[in-house]
């Protein structure tokens, strides 16, 4: 049982920490300085964070012209449910 809480707890972090990176690399975009690199935010959001990575690009508005942000986004809310499936079955 507390397995399982820390487990939510990382995840509701990591989500929350790659949203937040969104957030910053389109303060950054626009004030024209030194932005997070495209392969760092898909890598992250590839890791478990798609769901963060997903609200952070439709709320921000950011990279949601390029289609392989999308498709990276829904891979990694695929691998946030595989794994979510694979704890609760413990």
Do not use: P
Not at 47 to 75: N, S
């Amino acid at each position: 049982m507390r397995d399982q809480f820390y487990f939510w707890l990382v995840l509701i972090l990591w989500n929350t920490a790659v949203f937040c990176l969104y957030g910053l690399d389109k303060r950054k975009a626009v004030k024209k300085q030194w932005r997070i690199s495209e392969r760092s935010l898909l890598l992250l959001s590839l890791c478990l964070g798609g769901l963060g990575a997903a609200l952070g690009g439709h709320l921000f508005h950011h990279k949601t012209r390029k289609w392989y942000f999308h498709l990276v986004w829904y891979l990694g809310i695929f691998s946030d449910c595989f794994v979510i499936y694979l704890v609760w079955r413990m």
